[in-house]
T-cell receptor, first 113, second 114 residues
Framework: AQSVTQLGSHVSVSEGALVLLRCNYSSSVPPYLFWYVQYPNQGLQLLLKYTSAATLVKGINGFEAEFKKSETSFHLTKPSAHMSDAAEYFCAVSPGGYQKVTFGTGTKLQVIP | DTEVTQTPKHLVMGMTNKKSLKCEQHMGHRAMYWYKQKAKKPPELMFVYSYEKLSINESVPSRFSPECPNSSLLNLHLHALQPEDSALYLC?????????????FGPGTRLTVL
């Protein structure tokens, strides 16, 4: 069985501050891990994906995430928050093969001017 | 073209109506998905088509009926829905549904059942 846990349903940061969104996963096999962003009334957009090629994954819009097997974590970071980063962020896990992707419950990021 | 399109954007229907949601992609993807998303919740998988064949049905009620006429199109036929079926319905596609496949999502159809 696979699962992801996102710590903090709401995170507030000041504009220009570090963004840190937490994700811990559980998977019986080496997983594929994803971060998606969803703006209001829109679909999900892929930010980045971990496929075991490198533990530090760089994504779009200045986001990156580090895979830490020992901590079963895949936290999302961005050095400096922009107002346009305000959105809902979903961490997701797939064990690979023809199996479904499991989404976390989401973290709503608020950026304060 | 990395776009998944969905029509209509908004749909209001009564409980006795029959309507359809449409999804289209031209990325050559062979796996397509329907998700249901309630407010402030993650997407919930409903159906997966792989190579135009239904491969996953997540025990969805029969009032939702998927159809994949060809590799580019995915429909969701709706009949006798309930108010609790009101949600954002998202379509996604991926290369072939295999290991590590990235799913590309459409903008969704906002469905309201009266």
């Amino acid at each position: 069985a696979q699962s992801v846990t996102q710590l903090g349903s709401h995170v507030s940061v000041s504009e220009g501050a570090l963004v840190l969104l937490r994700c811990n996963y559980s998977s019986s096999v080496p997983p594929y891990l994803f971060w998606y962003v969803q703006y209001p009334n829109q679909g999900l957009q892929l930010l980045l994906k971990y496929t075991s090629a490198a533990t530090l994954v760089k994504g779009i819009n200045g986001f990156e995430a580090e895979f830490k097997k020992s901590e079963t974590s895949f936290h999302l970071t961005k050095p400096s928050a922009h107002m346009s980063d305000a959105a809902e962020y979903f961490c997701a896990v797939s064990p690979g093969g023809y199996q479904k992707v499991t989404f976390g419950t989401g973290t709503k990021l608020q950026v304060i001017p | 073209d990395t776009e998944v399109t969905q029509t209509p954007k908004h749909l209001v229907m009564g409980m006795t109506n029959k309507k359809s949601l449409k999804c289209e992609q031209h990325m050559g993807h062979r796996a397509m998905y329907w998700y249901k998303q309630k407010a402030k919740k993650p997407p919930e998988l409903m159906f997966v088509y792989s190579y135009e064949k239904l491969s996953i049905n997540e025990s969805v009620p029969s009032r939702f009926s998927p159809e994949c006429p060809n590799s580019s199109l995915l429909n969701l036929h709706l009949h006798a829905l309930q108010p609790e079926d009101s949600a954002l319905y998202l379509c996604a596609s991926s290369q072939d549904g295999g290991a590590g496949d990235t799913q590309y999502f459409g903008p969704g159809t906002r469905l309201t059942v009266l």
